[in-house]
């Protein structure tokens, strides 16, 4: 079988979504299945190397996805010379509609795999039914997280699989009390990138409550979103004066990025929003109490607070973020019950397992025979006039309002 997975940053950031793109491909290597990744370079013709390591068989595509007709002809073309069998696009709303329309008649098996929360999938599209509408589009339908199924229409859900991100057991735990460490570490795990993972509201709050915990430093691991972003991470360090602080070791390969955890004491994650971050879940993994905000979907479903962690009240709000850091530094004993709870993750996010289960959906969607997009004028998908619009419009980027930071004053 041959199968084309769409994420988005293979060649330029190391990140979640191209995590698991990557472990997908061994995956399915191991089931003698060929994998081909179309990624978007953002017009860097000279980012083509993957992030991460790929088995043989697979090959990667770099495209600068737009709005503009032909590069619908470029993705039709690229997905027609591959002669797939299934296609699987990993992200959000608007890159499902480009490859909707790039296989629409086709008769190629469409997935759509949604990796941030609902939330910010709709309210970020001008039009919120099109999300809705795309998913009518999709032979197969896949979450990441059980709650989201709820906001799929009641027609989709037979097609819809709920399958978590998988985790790789540590080979080391951590040490949450980290009684052998004359420093302890908050660790941050996430790209660079202030409108969503807020490595600005994290810097502030542990700023606020750096010289009640003289002993403790916050270690940024994470590529920057682009030049901008660290540029403005490296100022506010310098601003706040704590150079000797906060450390930032950029992207790590994985096994460094797992000593960095099992070297750590507390893992926080300050997202505005999120799907469900690998991130956390490997430092739940590693026995890693976490703080994250109470209101970020996707943060909150993996941060019970109270038993393997702390969620902040609100949303952004680096005060009530350091007070929840100041908590965890100033007592271990409940770092220590924390972190009991923390690891019980390994179990549920097994990767055998979870990666077993993206096997089966890959199978089961082989087996459609007549794709949804071929009975498009049959009156089988619903939104006749959303999905009729984006077909023909060439403004599928432009229709999306840019990222907006959930909750944040102005």
């Known amino acids: 079988m041959r199968i084309g997975l769409y994420c988005p940053a293979m060649t330029r950031l190391r990140g979640g979504i191209e995590r698991l793109a990557a472990d997908l491909a061994w995956a399915f ?24 390591e790929l088995p043989r068989g697979a090959n990667v595509v770099p495209l600068n996805f737009r709005d503009q007709s032909e590069f619908g002809l470029e993705l039709r073309g690229h997905i027609q010379s591959a002669r797939l069998d299934v296609v699987c696009v990993m992200d959000v709303v608007p890159a499902f509609w480009h490859f909707i329309r790039a296989v629409r008649d086709l008769n190629i098996p469409l997935v759509l795999s949604e990796h941030f929360a609902p939330s910010i999938s709709e309210t970020n599209f001008r039009d919120p039914r099109v999300r809705r509408a795309a998913f009518s589009c999709a032979d197969l339908i896949h979450l990441l997280v059980p709650s989201y199924a709820e906001t799929v229409d009641a027609e989709d859900r037979e097609r819809t699989h709920v399958i978590p991100n998988p985790v790789v057991p540590p080979v080391r735990r951590a040490d949450a009390v980290g009684r052998a460490c004359p420093r302890k570490r908050f660790i941050n795990v996430a790209r660079v990138h202030f409108a969503q993972k807020a490595q600005d509201v994290l810097v502030e709050a542990f700023n606020l409550i750096a010289p009640e915990i003289p002993d403790w430093d916050l270690v940024c691991v994470g590529n920057a979103h682009n ?43 300050p997202s505005w929003f999120e799907g469900s971050p690998i991130s956390l879940a490997e430092g739940l993994a590693h026995g890693l109490p976490a703080i994250g905000f ?3 979907e996707g943060t909150n479903q993996l941060i019970c607070g109270g038993a393997n962690g702390l969620l902040a009240p609100g949303l952004g709000d680096a005060r009530t973020l350091s007070r929840a850091m100041l908590q965890l530094a100033r007592y271990p004993r409940l770092r220590e019950e924390y972190s009991v709870n923390a690891e019980r993750i390994k179990e549920e996010r097994a990767k055998s397992r979870l990666l077993g289960q993206w ?7 082989k ?7 071929g009975q498009l004028g049959t009156g089988d998908l619903r939104y006749d006039d959303a999905i009729a619009a984006r077909l023909s419009s060439d403004k599928i980027l432009s229709d999306v309002k840019a990222i907006s930071v959930p909750g944040k004053a102005k």
């Open 29 to 52: 290597d191991a089931q003698s299945w060929s994998t081909v990744i179309y990624t978007h370079n953002r017009g860097d013709t000279s980012a083509v190397t993957p992030v991460y």
């Open 227 to 269: 030049a901008d972003e660290e540029r403005k991470f490296k100022e506010l360090i310098e601003r706040f004066g704590l150079s000797s602080r906060v450390i930032w070791k950029g992207g790590l390969e994985h096994n460094h990025l797992y000593d960095a955890l099992a070297d750590s004491q507390v893992f926080v994650l």
């Open 294 to 296: 109470e209101k970020c």
């Open 367 to 373: 087996e459609v025979t007549s794709s949804r997009l």
């Open 359 to 365: 096997v089966d959906l890959m199978t089961k969607a």
